[in-house]
């Protein structure tokens, strides 16, 4: 099993920046994709941004050139840094991990961006 857990999730204005961190526990070794999801009020979740153990990213179109992942894999933590935020950024934002075929999830951080 891995627990995951978020934090750093609150309000801010449009053009403002957030920074998630989301922190593995348990059998959290070999923890391969670490991820960023999202799902606003009556929309379905999808994906932000991911990054592989090695680093290789991959961003939804609607955030590239505002949003960064990063990892610490020592650490077991991935990080997205949010700027230049727009309203519709506002959602609950999921971390995901996946070891060994399985995904796991956070309980979720709401984001809420006010124009």
């Known amino acids: 099993q891995v627990q995951l857990v978020e934090s750093g999730g609150g309000v801010a204005q449009a053009g403002g920046s957030l920074r998630l961190s989301c922190v593995a526990s348990g059998s959290s070794f070999r923890i391969n994709t670490m991820g960023w999801y999202r799902q606003a009020p009556g929309k379905q979740r999808e994906l932000v941004a991911r990054?592989?153990?090695?680093?290789?990213?991959n961003y939804a179109d609607s955030v590239k050139g505002r949003f960064t992942i990063s990892r610490n894999n020592a650490k077991n933590t991935v990080f997205l840094q949010m700027s230049s935020l727009k309203p519709e950024d506002t959602a609950v934002y999921y971390c995901?991990?996946?070891?060994?075929?399985?995904?796991?999830w956070g309980q979720g951080t709401q984001v809420t961006v006010s124009s």
């Open positions: 995901n991990a996946e070891r060994n075929g399985l995904g796991y």
């Open positions: 990054i592989t153990p090695g680093g290789s990213t």
